[in-house]
């Protein structure tokens, strides 16, 4: 269990381009401010003079996978894209800020999607997250969207007091729910947790919220269950055994820690049978890019640099 107490500001200014934003602004290091109480936090990681470099110079890190899907007890090819860049987060509307303030968080962010066709009709996925860079907290925020031809459903998960969730979905039985959840570490932020430093990562027996994605995906409740994690030099894998489902993450053991490929495999039990799907996903290309600056038809060069066309 987090304990709670009162935060104070620890300020280290840096001067970064934002994301989506075509004028450079000024960023802080900024721990969150705040009367209310919050999660207790860990000291700060330090950040290298490398990860500066690498991602405070105004651009984003755009990787592309080849992937294969499991979905509907079949293999779908498709791609997933994976989209790191630093920007400046508003503490309390939790929303990305256009301008400079000494109470703003830096943040890691995370855009990772999926694309794959089931049959006749395709799939679009799309998962959120807004890691402190600091490293020293749980995210912030983290948001999911899973759009098929049925169609589609929505999940918003914000840190505060407690963790708040809202989700919304055109089954029967998900419509419109409101929770609060105990904080507990999300799948979600450990591939941003393992960009900044992986040897932080938690390791052994944890309470773990599953992926957004996942939960939504399976049709799970939204909750911390128990998981096993492991970490290797170049892995890092995560199983839940309640739910029959283990995550293995390979990246780069050296800075940027960039991820490599993935692969994630459920075990399904129906009566006497098991169904055993593996989904895999492969690093095609990777190209560091302002990409909010590059909207004209003349940039469509570079989804074939990323090997998306």
Same mark, same amino acid.
Request: hydrophobic share 35%; charged share 25%; with cysteine.
């Given at each position: ?7 104070? #500001? ?128 749980? #995210? ?170």
């Amino acid at each position: 269990m987090i304990k709670l107490k009162p935060l104070f #500001a620890i300020l280290t200014v840096i001067s970064i381009f934002t994301s989506c934003k075509e004028k450079p602004v000024t960023t802080t290091e900024t721990q969150i401010t705040s009367e209310s109480e919050t999660e207790v936090l860990e000291p700060k990681t330090k950040l290298t003079a490398d990860f500066k470099n690498y991602w405070y110079n105004g651009e984003a890190e755009i990787t592309s996978y080849k992937l294969e899907q499991a979905r509907y007890g079949e293999i779908r090819e498709g791609t997933a894209v994976l989209v790191f860049v630093t920007e400046d987060f508003l503490p309390d509307a939790q929303v990305k800020a256009d301008n400079y303030n000494e109470n703003n968080i830096p943040v890691l962010k995370l855009n990772a999607t999926k694309n794959f066709n089931t049959g006749i009709y395709p799939y679009s996925i799309m998962q959120s997250t807004f890691y402190p860079v600091a490293n020293n907290q749980h #995210a912030l925020k983290i948001s999911a969207s899973v759009q098929e031809w049925c169609g589609h459903v929505y999940t918003q998960l914000n840190n505060r007091d407690a963790f708040e969730v809202q989700s919304h979905s055109y089954f029967q039985g998900e419509a419109d729910e409101n929770l609060k959840l105990d904080k507990a570490w999300t799948e979600n932020e450990l591939w941003t947790k393992l960009r900044i430093d992986p040897k932080s990562l938690p390791v052994g027996q944890i309470e773990l919220i599953p992926s957004l994605e996942s939960l939504r995906l399976n049709h799970e409740e939204l909750k911390a269950y128990e998981a096993i994690t492991k970490l290797e030099t170049n892995s890092y894998t995560i199983s839940f055994p309640e739910l029959n489902r283990t995550l293995k993450i390979n990246f780069n053991p050296n800075f940027p820690f960039d991820i490599l490929g993935w692969e994630e495999t459920t075990v399904k039990e129906s009566g006497t049978s098991t169904e055993t799907l593996t989904t895999k996903a492969s690093k095609l290309a990777s190209i560091k890019s302002d990409y909010w600056n590059k909207k004209s038809n003349s940039d469509i060069n570079l989804r074939e640099t990323l090997k998306l066309q």
